[in-house]
């Protein structure tokens, strides 16, 4: 039976199958607390390539980060990471994608995952232990990615549906991170090939340099829609379509050959991680750096609930 089950409420609980949590708004400033670290109470069932194993929330969330950031990064970012890392595992751990397990190491599905005992990552996840993301009361999807170009995404512009806390906010540059910027280049018979078995009604009998016509795009910087052979396709499918890194793309067309330029790496929604590590590095805060990326949230404190000894009051 998975020890962890999540109530998302008004004031949202954390109920385990031996444990008694409860969530606690206060300032991130104040020293940590007597109490159990929350972390390390927490159990979590994880499905892994080999199978289910038993860790701990500590456990979990180091592997997280370690296959998540590189430990070079300042420990501001780190500490970011860490505290979106636990947010978003928290809210995926209700059964609805993994029956027999609370979260997974696939990165594609829920996080990246790499066993790791490294005291640069172990220190981040010690400093916030039970710190999580909350927007009137509830656990947010914290989501992040590697890197973008100016401005992040809104949930609206990539998934559908509007999101409060995940609207497009400005990013430093971040032109430094590795995976930044992407040419691919098709020949106009590979691309008209590529688009075809998607859209079989598209129009491309004319030149390539008449296949594209206007081109919108969404606030993070992203393609909205754009018309080629007549077709309207969102940026989204075009990503999907030729496998590109961003929905940042720019065409570029010659007679016999079509090249997409793709600057950011990833959804583009949430936290860029290489912004939070440009953040960090001027100065700023874990809880400046996830307060900017996440719109409206508020920090939150989970904390072990304490039992008293029979016959005694509580302190």
């Known amino acids: 039976m998975k020890r962890v089950v999540i109530a998302i409420c008004i004031v949202f609980v954390i109920a385990a199958s031996i444990w008694n949590v409860r969530s606690k708004k206060e300032s991130v400033r104040v020293a940590p607390s007597v109490a159990r670290s929350f972390d390390e109470e927490v159990t979590l069932l994880v499905a892994m390539s080999d199978g289910v194993c038993e860790m701990n929330l500590r456990d979990y969330l180091i592997g997280v980060i370690s296959a998540e950031m590189p430990a070079s990064f300042p420990s501001e970012a780190l500490k970011a990471q860490a505290i979106a ?5 928290l809210r995926q751990a209700d059964g609805r994608k993994h029956p027999n397990a609370d979260v ?5 599905c829920c996080q990246g995952w790499i066993k790791s005992s490294s005291e640069v990552f172990s220190q981040a996840v010690t400093a916030t232990d039970g710190l999580v993301l909350t927007y009137e009361g509830a656990l947010i999807d914290a989501t992040y990615f590697s890197c973008c170009s100016e401005r992040t995404e809104a949930a609206v512009s990539v998934w559908g549906g509007d999101v409060p ?7 430093p540059d971040e032109s430094d991170a590795p995976r930044y910027f992407e040419q691919v280049n098709y020949s106009a018979e590979e691309f008209s090939a590529i688009l075809m078995s998607t859209y079989p009604q598209v129009d491309l009998s004319s030149d390539p340099d008449e296949w594209f016509g206007k081109i919108s795009y969404t606030k993070g910087g992203g393609i909205d829609t754009a ?7 969102s940026g989204t499918e075009l990503r999907k379509i030729f496998s ?25 929604v949430g936290m860029s991680q290489y912004g939070a590590k440009a ?11 996830l307060l900017h990326y996440y719109t409206g949230v508020e920090i939150f404190r989970l904390e072990i609930e304490k039992t008293p000894l029979p016959n005694t009051e509580e302190v």
Do not use: W
Not at 85 to 89: D, S, V
Not at 104 to 108: E, F, H, V
Not at 227 to 233: E, S, V
């Open 227 to 233: 018309i080629i052979g007549g077709i309207n396709i």
């Open 244 to 268: 590109l890194r961003s929905t940042n793309i720019t065409f570029q067309t010659s007679q016999d050959e079509i090249r997409m330029l793709t600057y950011g790496y990833g959804h583009r």
């Open 104 to 108: 997974c190491t696939d990165s594609t």
């Open 85 to 89: 890392a636990r947010t978003f595992t």
């Open 165 to 171: 806390y995940l609207q497009s906010v400005s990013s």
């Open 279 to 289: 953040l960090a590095e001027a100065e700023h805060s874990f809880e400046e750096i």
